[in-house]
């Protein structure tokens, strides 16, 4: 069977491919720059990209560039009242950017919507949740340690709220060992361990010794063990 075949190519200059990898390069210290630096003029033409779109689709990329800036304290309270607008959004990309610069700009005085947030448990919101765990984290508040060590049980959260409660230090510690028992899944159990291996101290010991001897977390114990030992 012949097949015919048509093959066409173009040759491109060395100049001009280098020429386009110092652009690149380029774009990336860019954006670099945007993402450590706070910048409010940059915030505010994003800002008006996002109104311009007034709630269609069109908003989802200025409000994702707006979630990879640094934050500006001075805009805080405009880009929290526009998100928060957006966050009703019938779309529920555009609901879920926004939800994600909120929970970037998100205070203390912003717990109770974190909390709401973090318990979604729409399959779009899963960075959300991630960020909202990580401002609760931030906004220190023991009160919602329970809430924040609850998250392991949630296979798409464990990894990334492993991070926060170690973020946390010693503090989270004595709320770990008081909710252990109350977390029965296995993979759960061992992040909790893993937790503690970085920031547990000799009050872990008798609650990881008696796991060292539980077939399913023995590894993970012996190892909290000898971490927490080493640093006596």
């Given at each position: 069977?012949?097949?015919?075949?048509?093959?066409?190519?173009?040759?491109?200059?060395?100049?001009?491919?280098?020429?386009?990898?110092?652009?690149?390069?380029?774009?990336?210290?860019?954006?670099?720059?945007?993402r450590?630096?706070?910048?409010?003029?940059?915030?505010?033409?994003?800002?008006?990209?996002?109104?311009?779109?007034?709630?269609?689709?069109?908003?989802?990329?200025?409000?994702?560039?707006?979630?990879?800036?640094?934050?500006?304290?001075?805009?805080?309270?405009e880009v929290?009242?526009?998100?928060?607008?957006?966050?009703?959004?019938?779309?529920?990309?555009?609901?879920?950017?926004?939800?994600?610069v909120?929970?970037?700009?998100?205070?203390?005085?912003?717990?109770?919507?974190?909390?709401?947030?973090?318990?979604?448990?729409?399959?779009?919101?899963?960075?959300?949740?991630?960020?909202?765990?990580?401002?609760?984290?931030?906004?220190?508040?023991?009160?919602?340690?329970?809430?924040l060590?609850?998250?392991?049980?949630?296979?798409?959260?464990?990894?990334d709220?492993?991070?926060?409660?170690?973020?946390?230090?010693?503090?989270?510690?004595?709320p770990?060992?008081?909710?252990?028992?109350s977390?029965?899944?296995?993979?759960?159990?061992?992040?909790?361990?893993d937790?503690?291996?970085?920031?547990?101290?000799?009050?872990?010991?008798?609650?990881?010794?008696?796991?060292?001897?539980?077939?399913?977390?023995?590894?993970?114990?012996?190892?909290?063990?000898?971490?927490?030992?080493?640093?006596?």
């Amino acid at each position: 069977i012949d097949v015919p075949v048509r093959i066409t190519y173009t040759l491109r200059s060395v100049e001009e491919m280098q020429r386009e990898r110092e652009q690149a390069e380029a774009d990336r210290k860019q954006r670099e720059v945007e993402r450590t630096t706070p910048n409010p003029e940059i915030v505010d033409e994003v800002l008006a990209q996002v109104k311009a779109q007034e709630g269609g689709s069109g908003a989802i990329a200025p409000l994702s560039r707006l979630g990879q800036l640094a934050v500006v304290d001075s805009k805080r309270d405009e880009v929290l009242r526009v998100m928060k607008n957006h966050m009703s959004n019938s779309n529920g990309f555009v609901r879920k950017s926004a939800t994600e610069v909120f929970c970037l700009y998100a205070t203390a005085e912003h717990l109770p919507e974190l909390r709401q947030i973090v318990k979604d448990n729409d399959s779009l919101m899963i960075e959300s949740r991630k960020r909202a765990s990580q401002a609760i984290a931030k906004a220190g508040n023991t009160d919602d340690y329970p809430l924040l060590i609850g998250l392991v049980n949630d296979g798409f959260l464990r990894t990334d709220v492993k991070k926060v409660l170690i973020s946390i230090g010693p503090a989270i510690e004595e709320p770990i060992l008081k909710q252990f028992d109350s977390i029965t899944d296995i993979f759960s159990r061992n992040e909790l361990i893993d937790v503690l291996k970085k920031i547990g101290t000799s009050r872990s010991i008798p609650a990881l010794e008696k796991l060292a001897s539980d077939g399913h977390a023995k590894y993970n114990a012996s190892q909290a063990l000898d971490a927490i030992r080493a640093r006596q």
